[in-house]
């Protein structure tokens, strides 16, 4: 679920990041504030982050297709961060 879909797109980081560790979700994120944060955390929702620059969402959505399967792999094994490069 995309921020902009829940109603409130001016949410702060804090409260997705509150949001996602309540509700068990994955925060996929090209912000890097979320993976320093959770690097510096004993706890917290998983982060995946994504590392390409600027790119068109249909590119971005295919190349996380081609990763899924390694992706899944990772939160799997209960990777705190998975970089997306």
Same mark, same amino acid.
């Given at each position: 679920?995309?921020?902009?879909?829940t109603?409130?797109? #001016?949410?702060?980081?804090?409260?997705?990041w509150?949001?996602?560790?309540?509700?068990?979700?994955?925060?996929?994120?090209?912000?890097?504030?979320?993976?320093?944060? /959770?690097?510096?955390?004993?706890?917290?929702?998983?982060?995946?982050?994504? #590392?390409?620059?600027?790119? /068109? #969402?249909?590119?971005?959505?295919?190349?996380?297709?081609?990763?899924?399967?390694?992706?899944?792999?990772?939160?799997?094994?209960?990777?705190s961060?998975?970089?997306?490069?």
């Open positions: 679920m995309h921020v902009c879909e109603g409130d797109a #001016r949410r702060t980081d804090r409260e997705i509150e949001e996602a560790l309540a509700g068990q979700f994955v925060n996929v994120s090209k912000d890097e504030d979320f993976a320093r944060r /959770r690097s510096l955390t004993a706890s917290g929702p998983t982060v995946v982050w994504i #590392r390409l620059g600027n790119t /068109r #969402r249909a590119a971005l959505l295919a190349h996380l297709e081609r990763l899924w399967p390694q992706l899944e792999e990772a939160l799997q094994r209960g990777e961060i998975v970089e997306v490069a």
